[in-house]
């Protein structure tokens, strides 16, 4: 029976190294966490393709509350965007907590006739937890209470991303490169389709 026991453990955590490969996030030289990319957009100039992201922008950020930065001069954005990942802690011996975290990003996008080029970086993870309020009952009609302020928990990714937590948190890795990779894929695919107002 402890054998069994011991080997069903060491196949759950060969099985979750294996999924841990499958999220290689890039980095930059300044060894942080960073998804850089060009996107060909034919037949679009620098100011159309600048006009069409400032659209977007104004669809899917600004309208849920992210810091937008608009470089009108240089026809620049600047965005701070968000999306939901899992973050699973594993607790001594067999006990998981999962909670939802928004992973925050900042993303930047530059404009030239048939192209952009977008920026990835500054990525971490947090979650706002609620405020409690908790009493105690002394006795002949005596109570105190005690009020815990709310909190955010705040994990910056490029250090939970190392050797020794890769397998622990391969699911984080795994939501975090689909979703950024999701994200660029929204924004390119609403560049490359016929935007023009005109056009109906």
């Keep these: 029976?402890?054998?069994?026991?011991?080997?069903?453990?060491?196949?759950?955590?060969?099985?979750?190294?294996?999924?841990?490969?499958?999220?290689?996030?890039?980095?930059?030289?300044?060894k942080k966490?960073?998804?850089?990319?060009?996107?060909?957009?034919?037949?679009?100039?620098?100011?159309?393709?600048?006009?069409?992201?400032?659209?977007?922008v104004l669809l899917n950020y600004i309208n849920k509350g992210c810091p937008v930065i608009l470089d009108e001069e240089n026809e620049r954005i600047y965005v701070k965007g968000a999306f939901k990942v899992r973050f699973r802690k594993f607790y001594f011996p067999f006990f998981f907590s999962t909670k939802k975290y928004d992973e925050v990003y900042t993303m930047k996008i530059y404009f030239?006739?048939?192209?952009?080029?977008?920026?990835?970086?500054?990525?971490?993870?947090?979650?706002?937890?609620?405020?409690?309020?908790?009493?105690?009952?002394?006795?002949?009609?005596?109570?105190?209470?005690?009020?815990?302020?709310?909190?955010?928990?705040?994990?910056d990714l490029e250090k939970l991303y190392i050797k020794r937590y890769r397998g622990k948190f391969y699911r984080l890795f795994q939501d975090s490169d689909n979703g950024t990779k999701g994200e660029i894929e929204k924004f390119s695919n609403y560049l490359k389709k016929d935007n023009n107002m005109n056009n109906w």
């Design 1 to 30: 029976m402890k054998k069994k026991l011991f080997y069903t453990v060491i196949l759950i955590i060969l099985g979750i190294s294996s999924k841990a490969q499958k999220a290689e996030l890039p980095f930059n030289e300044d």
């Design 33 to 56: 966490i960073c998804y850089q990319g060009v996107v060909e957009i034919p037949q679009k100039n620098k100011t159309q393709l600048y006009k069409e992201a400032k659209e977007y």
């Design 112 to 155: 030239k006739d048939n192209k952009i080029r977008y920026d990835i970086s500054d990525i971490f993870i947090q979650r706002k937890l609620n405020a409690k309020a908790t009493g105690y009952y002394w006795g002949y009609g005596v109570s105190t209470t005690t009020i815990k302020e709310s909190e955010i928990l705040k994990y």
